[in-house]
C-alpha cells in the first residue's frame, strides 16, 4: 500500500516537473525573443516557411477573438479554471494512463504560458498580449506555448483512441485482450448484481 502511494506521488511528480520545464521554455523562449527581434525581422530557419520573428497577439489562435475585448476576457477568465480542470482530469480521470497524464499537462504548460503573458504583457494600447515568434507559413506567428497546446492536444487524442487497453481502438493485441477482459469482469459484476 505505501509502495503504491509512493509510485502514484512519483508519476504526480513526473507531470508537474514536465509542465514546469516546457512552461520554463516557453517564457525564456518568448523572453529571448522579446529581446533579440522586431516585427521587421525575419530569421529564416526554413526560408518562406518558418521563420523567427516577433509580435506581440492580442487574440488566440489563428486570429480569433483579435479586437474582441469581451471574449479575450472571457479566455483570461476561462484559462485558469479549465488549467486546474485539465490537472484535475488527469489526476483523477487517467489514474492508470500516464501518457494521458502528461498529454493534459503539456496542453496546462502552454495554456498557462500564454496566460502569464496576457496578464504582464502589453501591447502599445495597453491591451493584454501574448509574445509571438515563430512564422509558419500556413499558421502566421505563434509561440512555444501555442505547440504545447496543439501538440498536446493532437497526443491526446491519439492516445484516447489507440493507446492502452481503455483507449477506443487499442493498437496492441496485449491492450485489446485486457480491454476484452475488463469488460468480460464488468458483465459478470452486472449479472451478479442483478
Given at each position: ?20 520545464v516546457?512552461l ?9 525573443a522579446?529581446i533579440?527581434?522586431?516585427e ?46 485539465f ?16 498529454a ?16 504582464f ?5 495597453g ?20 505547440f504545447?497546446?496543439?501538440?498536446g492536444?493532437?497526443?491526446l487524442?491519439?492516445i484516447l ?7 477506443a481502438?487499442p ?10 477482459r475488463l ?12
Open positions: 500500500m505505501k509502495y503504491e502511494k509512493l509510485k502514484r506521488a512519483k508519476r504526480i511528480l513526473i507531470c508537474i516537473l514536465v509542465a514546469f516546457l520554463l521554455i516557453d517564457q525564456i523562449t518568448k523572453l529571448i522579446q533579440e527581434l522586431t521587421e525581422m525575419r530569421v529564416p530557419l526554413i526560408k518562406g516557411w518558418v521563420e523567427f520573428t516577433y509580435k506581440l497577439n492580442d487574440s488566440i489562435a489563428f486570429g480569433i477573438g483579435n479586437g474582441n475585448h469581451a471574449f479575450m476576457t472571457a479566455i483570461m477568465v476561462l484559462t485558469p479554471i479549465l488549467s486546474a480542470g490537472v484535475a482530469i488527469a489526476l483523477a480521470v487517467f489514474k492508470k494512463n500516464m501518457p494521458a497524464r502528461i493534459l499537462f503539456v496542453i496546462t504548460s502552454g495554456a498557462v504560458g500564454n496566460f502569464l503573458d496576457r496578464l504583457v502589453f501591447d502599445a494600447f491591451k493584454p498580449a501574448v509574445r509571438d515568434f515563430v512564422y509558419l507559413r500556413f499558421f502566421n506567428v505563434c509561440n512555444f506555448a501555442d504545447c497546446i496543439t501538440l492536444a493532437v497526443a487524442v491519439f483512441l489507440f493507446i492502452g487497453p481503455s483507449a481502438f493498437i496492441r493485441k496485449k491492450w485489446r485482450e485486457e480491454q476484452k469488460e468480460a469482469e464488468k458483465e459478470a459484476r452486472k449479472h451478479a448484481d442483478a
